[in-house]
DNA sequence: CTAGGTTTCCTACAACTGTTAGGCAATTCG
DNA sequence: CGAATTGCCTAACAGTTGTAGGAAACCTAG
C-alpha cells in the first residue's frame, strides 16, 4: 500500500536527535527537513505543525527518561534506590542534553489557554509524565514514607535533583570548585538523610 | 542632539514586560516593534538583533531580582535570612514569570562557540549573575558555614530553590495536595536543617 | 531665527520559516 | 498489468529577522 518513506516515529526520532545536536530550539520544521533530505512540505504528512513536533518529542524523549530510569532502579531500596533513580536522571541529561530540555520546556505560558486542545502528542505526554511521577513514588515509598508526606517527599526529591541538573548543565557550577561531580553524591547523601527524617516522622 | 524617543534602556524594559505578558519566548522584534508603536527596523538603532535583545532582557533582570533579593534581606540571619531570601525569589518568579523564565534560560547550547562574543549585554548578564551568586553566599555564610563547605552549601541551597520554583511555575504541583502554598515552608524547613548540620560540621 | 548636526524613524528589500493547496510519481496489491 | 494508495514535490503566501538608505524632527550654535 503506497511506497515506503517516512512515518511520524521516525520523524520525532531524527527530531530528538537533532535537539540533542543543536540544542531543542534549534529544531525547527525547515531544519528537520533538510536533515531527512526531504523538503519542508513533506513533514506536514507526518506531522501536523511545529507545536505538535515539539509536543511529540516531549513525549518520546519522556518515555526514553522513563525507560532509561526504570531499567536503573531493577533492584535496591531507600538510598540505593535513590542513588539509581537520581544517577539515572543525571546521566541522560548530560548525555543528551537537548532530549532533557524538551523534557522541561512542556511548560505553561504565563497567560495559557485554559481550554488549548488536547491533541494525541499533548495525551502521549501527559502519559508519560505521569509514569515519571510514578518513579518518583516509587523511590520514596520504598523510604516507608507514610502516605501523608508521599507528596511533599516527591516535591522535595524532584526539586532537589531536577534544579541541580539543570544548573549543573547550564554551567553555573562550572566555574567554582570544586567540580560537580564531587558534590553531586553529597547532595545526594543529604536528600537520603532528610527522606530518612521524613519516613521516620523524626520533622517538625 | 537628536530627537527625542526610544533608547535602549526604554526598549529592554519594555520587552521584559511583553515577557510578562506573553512569555519569554514570545518576546519577538516584531511583537515588541508593534507594542512600542514603531516598525520593525526601528529596533536596530537600539538593539543590535534578537539574540542581543533577550541578552539583554535577561541581564535587566537578573539586575531587577538581585535588587528585590537583596532588599528582603535587609535584616535577619541564619533561617530568617534563608526565608527572607528565598521567598523573595519565589514572589519575584510567581508575580513575573515571563522575566523569572529569562533568568534561567541563559542556556549555553549543546555545542555552544567557546569563542562566542562577548557583547556588552553578555558582559552585564555575568555581571548581575555574579551579584546574584554573592547575595547566595551571603545566606550561606550566615549560617555559619567554613570556606571548605562554602559553595558545596550554595549548590544545595540554589539547586532546591530554583528547582522547587521552576517545577511550581510548569504546573507540575497543581494536580495533587496539599497545595504548593503549604509544602514550601517545609522544604524551607528541610534545607535550614541541612545547612545547619553543615555548620555544624554533623555531616558525614 | 536660522543653519548644522544628530538622532529617530520610515520605506524598500532580501532571506528564511511555517503553512496550505494541489499535482506528479513510485510502490504495492489484486 | 492496472489501480488505489501513499510519499514527495513545486508553487505560493504570510510573518519574522535583518540591511540599506533616505526623510523628518529635534537641539544647539551662531
Same mark, same amino acid.
Given at each position: 500500500?503506497?511506497?515506503?518513506?517516512?512515518?511520524?516515529?521516525?520523524?520525532?526520532?531524527?527530531?530528538?536527535?537533532?535537539? =540533542?545536536?543543536? /540544542?531543542?530550539?534549534?529544531?525547527? *520544521? +525547515?531544519?528537520?527537513?533538510?536533515?531527512?533530505?526531504?523538503? %519542508? #512540505?513533506?513533514?506536514?504528512?507526518? @506531522? +501536523?505543525?511545529?507545536?505538535?513536533?515539539?509536543?511529540?518529542?516531549?513525549?518520546?524523549?519522556?518515555?526514553?527518561?522513563?525507560?532509561?530510569? %526504570?531499567?536503573?532502579?531493577?533492584?535496591?531500596?531507600?538510598?540505593? $534506590?535513590?542513588?539509581?533513580?537520581?544517577?539515572? *536522571?543525571? =546521566?541522560?541529561?548530560?548525555?543528551?542534553?537537548?532530549?532533557?530540555?524538551?523534557? *522541561?520546556?512542556?511548560?505553561? #505560558?504565563?497567560?495559557?489557554?485554559?481550554?488549548?486542545?488536547?491533541?494525541?502528542?499533548?495525551?502521549? &505526554? @501527559?502519559?508519560?509524565?505521569?509514569?515519571?511521577?510514578?518513579? &518518583? $513514588?516509587? !523511590? !520514596?515509598?520504598?523510604? /516507608? @514514607?507514610?502516605?501523608?508526606?508521599?507528596?511533599?517527599? !516527591?516535591?522535595?526529591? +524532584?526539586?532537589? @535533583?531536577? /534544579?541541580?541538573?539543570?544548573?549543573? *548543565?547550564?554551567?553555573?557550577?562550572?566555574?567554582?570548585?570544586?567540580?560537580?561531580?564531587?558534590?553531586?553524591?553529597?547532595?545526594?547523601?543529604?536528600?537520603?538523610?532528610?527522606?530518612?527524617?521524613?519516613?521516620?516522622?523524626?520533622?517538625?
Amino acid at each position: 500500500m503506497g511506497r515506503p518513506g517516512l512515518n511520524r516515529s521516525a520523524v520525532i526520532a531524527a527530531a530528538a536527535d537533532l535537539a =540533542d545536536e543543536l /540544542g531543542f530550539d534549534a529544531v525547527t *520544521i +525547515s531544519v528537520l527537513a533538510r536533515h531527512l533530505g526531504v523538503r %519542508s #512540505p513533506t513533514l506536514y504528512s507526518h @506531522i +501536523s505543525g511545529a507545536t505538535d513536533l515539539r509536543t511529540a518529542v516531549t513525549a518520546y524523549v519522556l518515555d526514553e527518561l522513563a525507560d532509561a530510569t %526504570s531499567t536503573a532502579m531493577a533492584a535496591g531500596e531507600g538510598r540505593d $534506590l535513590l542513588v539509581a533513580y537520581a544517577d539515572a *536522571i543525571r =546521566d541522560f541529561a548530560r548525555r543528551s542534553p537537548g532530549r532533557y530540555d524538551a523534557t *522541561i520546556r512542556q511548560r505553561v #505560558p504565563p497567560n495559557a489557554d485554559p481550554a488549548a486542545e488536547i491533541t494525541d502528542a499533548v495525551a502521549a &505526554a @501527559i502519559t508519560a509524565g505521569r509514569r515519571n511521577a510514578d518513579l &518518583a $513514588l516509587t !523511590v !520514596v515509598r520504598s523510604y /516507608g @514514607i507514610s502516605e501523608t508526606n508521599e507528596t511533599y517527599a !516527591v516535591r522535595l526529591m +524532584s526539586s532537589l @535533583i531536577h /534544579g541541580y541538573i539543570t544548573l549543573e *548543565i547550564a554551567g553555573t557550577f562550572a566555574h567554582s570548585e570544586p567540580p560537580s561531580e564531587t558534590t553531586w553524591p553529597e547532595v545526594l547523601e543529604d536528600l537520603d538523610r532528610a527522606l530518612g527524617l521524613i519516613a521516620t516522622g523524626q520533622r517538625h
